[in-house]
């Protein structure tokens, strides 16, 4: 399993909130070196309070082994033509290390933030991923670009925009999926799928799996080559009291992803359609301090990692040892025992899944 990270390490609670003092950009090269020689396999941006690819570049300065990667950057409000472009010249700059994670974002972002018109995200992310990857084709084995869908007609590329071939041309796509619609298109156009922290091992196995493997079938792929890459909601701390207060705070965050329609799927199967609207009631009401209480202690360990530092990556490894191939965690790493700390918990993380009887 490889173990991916979201920087800045040492300010960030895993999983939890935003970081207190926010990041720095002037910090980032910095924070991927420091990730680097903490052992860690990948470095991750996601697309929220600044632009991911400029962060990733400032990275690949910094760096020589590591991986890096957008988890994810949004895909429609920009051009296939634009994200292959970003994607081709991280690539180039990291020496093949780049991963490109792709999300569609939900309707009401693409219409009032983005002022796009609305499509079915799945049909589009396939026209997205399909005809990214033909200008990529274009550059590497200089052909005429010939594209044409629902959503993207291309046909020109003039030698002023053709950066031409590179050495390691084939750049890994994610998908950010949690419906069985986009999952499958991910397995059948890209190389991975990335999960919502809201997904529980049982929604990976009745859900998520078999979707992979109806998109794999499509274009005869064996459908355990599709990367399963999770990011768990995760509460951990060095000790029973400290791990105590953090409980609250992921209590708290499994009562908003409780309440939020888009992610109601993955509490049906568990029972808790019913729990879930009463939360959604609450939250159209604004009272968001009564959330927490819907939460049982069976709902928040179902649906969230919770463990001291000594016991987490463990606990992380028997969840979902088996079903991930990428996953992403991080604590503060502050001082020499913490750097100890992660490591030993990294080793736990690869260590080999334990065989079913």
Known sequence: MLVETLLPLGKLDPGLREPETPLRITDFASLAAKA????????LVEETKDDPFQLLALGA???SRIGLG????????RSPTVT???????QKLSGGRFVLGLGSQVRAHMERRFGLPWHAPAPWMRDYVLAMRAVWDAWQHRTPLRFSSEHYNLDLMVPLFDPGPIEHPRIPVHIAAIGPNMCAVAAEVADGVR??????????DDEI???????????GKDPDTVEICMKPLIGTAPDEATLERVTRTV????AFYLSTPSYRRAFAIHGWTDIAEQASQLSRA??????PGLVTDEMLHTVATVATHDRIGAELQRRYGRRVHRIEFSIPVNTPGDAETLAHILSELRQPPAPTR
């Not at 292959?84 to 991280?90: D, K």
């Not at 999960?195 to 990976?204: A, C, D």
């Not at 799996?209 to 274009?219: D, F, H, I, T, Y």
């Open 36 to 43: 680097e020689e903490l052992g860690l396999d990948a470095v």
């Open 61 to 63: 300065s910094t760096t």
């Open 70 to 77: 957008t988890s994810v950057a949004m895909a429609f409000p």
């Open 84 to 90: 292959a472009m970003s994607a081709w010249s991280l």
């Open 195 to 204: 999960l919502h922290p809201v997904v529980t091992p049982r929604f990976i």
């Open 209 to 219: 799996m078999p979707a992979v493997a109806k998109g794999a079938a499509r274009v």
């Open 251 to 254: 209590r708290e965050r499994v």
């Open 286 to 291: 604004k009272r968001w301090d009564d959330l």
